[in-house]
């Protein structure tokens, strides 16, 4: 018996050492899909080069190892889980997986206009389909998401924290909102300045809203939602991007990446980042001009709404968000 159990310990040892080298395959591919992309929007390539052949072969390379991460992920639970489980377990329903991308660019207004960043929304699937889907992470309760910062850009240690205040706080500020409920009457409403504060109010959903965040600072590509700062401008003046791994409409991991983040202001950056993590944890975009997920946001009012954390209700319980009243406006 006590050797059976070591075998199974040493197989789920050898398990865990594959899963990280395919974790660390799969970064290091997104990284250079990431290149890429942004080497084919500017226009510094030899006319010759088609990069979109190479991006297509690394799209396809970036779903085969997401496949294997599925199926020793797998293999790990199914070791791992009790004898009583285990037949359940293996006679689960092989699952068709299907990959999405989610990317999420944003462009900072002329100067004269700084204050709004506009945002482009793409949902793309590997066929090349344009999907209007939903997603959700799908965690046990309590299971904290470990997020990533990492600071290619050598920003200040202060915009780091501003960076973290916008996921762990849980400070409200109470601001005019009739701009987000296209009243003319003046109206106050209660805003979340960090995730945190957001998710803390939502109980009961069928699946769990993520609600604790591990924030590290690590450059090899841990972590479940991998923030990236880097100094690369993007030739199209898109601010940010956030790319979400998916198996079906489960999220298993998110890449977001802060272009020019040590040009940005504290503001900016901070909106950036509270945007792209309500991509990150599922969110689609508004059609409402006030609230943070409209794809046009403005870098002085751009906390989290009533709306927002009524999205992430109707995410988690399985609803799409896109009927929420925030799009009545
Ligand atoms: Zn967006």
């Known amino acids: 018996m006590t050797q059976r159990m070591s075998d199974k310990e040493y197989s789920i040892k050898q398990l865990r050492i594959q899963l990280e080298h395919l974790t660390n395959d799969l970064n290091k591919t997104t990284e250079h899909i990431q290149l890429l992309e942004i080497q084919e929007e500017s226009k510094f390539i030899p006319q010759d080069y088609e990069p979109e052949q190479e991006i297509s072969e690394l799209l396809k390379r970036q779903n085969s190892i997401s496949h294997e991460i599925i199926t020793v992920k797998k293999k790990i639970q199914r070791l791992s889980a009790k004898t009583i489980l285990k037949a359940e377990l293996i006679i689960l329903p ?166 020019n983040a040590d040009k940005l202001t504290d503001n900016q950056i901070e909106s950036i980042v509270r945007h792209e993590f309500g991509h990150a944890l599922g969110l689609p975009h508004t059609n409402n001009s006030g609230d943070l997920m409209h794809e046009t946001i403005m870098t002085n009012h751009s906390y989290i709404s009533e709306c927002d954390i009524n999205s992430l209700k109707k995410l988690y319980n399985d609803e799409k968000p896109s009927d929420d009243f925030c799009n009545s406006g």
């Open 94 to 259: 092989v699952l068709i997986i299907l990959l999405f991308f989610v990317a999420t660019n944003y462009t900072l207004q002329p100067p004269e206009q700084s204050s709004i960043i506009k945002t482009r929304y793409l949902t793309e699937n590997l066929q090349g389909g344009i999907l209007d889907d939903y997603k959700h992470w799908n965690i046990i309760s309590n299971t904290p998401l470990v997020v990533n910062i990492e600071n290619n850009a050598q920003i200040s240690d202060k915009k780091i924290q501003d960076i973290e205040y916008v996921i762990t706080s849980t400070d409200t500020i109470t601001e005019d909102s009739s701009l987000l409920y296209h009243s003319d009457a003046v109206s106050k409403s209660q805003f979340f300045k960090g995730w945190q504060g957001a998710i803390d109010t939502i109980f009961d959903t069928k699946y769990y809203v993520p609600g604790k965040f591990n924030v590290i600072q690590s450059s090899n590509g841990e972590g479940d939602i991998v923030i990236t700062l880097s100094t690369i401008n993007d030739a199209d003046g898109y601010f940010g991007t956030t790319r979400t791994i998916l198996d079906g409409n489960q999220i298993l991991k998110a890449f977001i990446t802060i272009y």
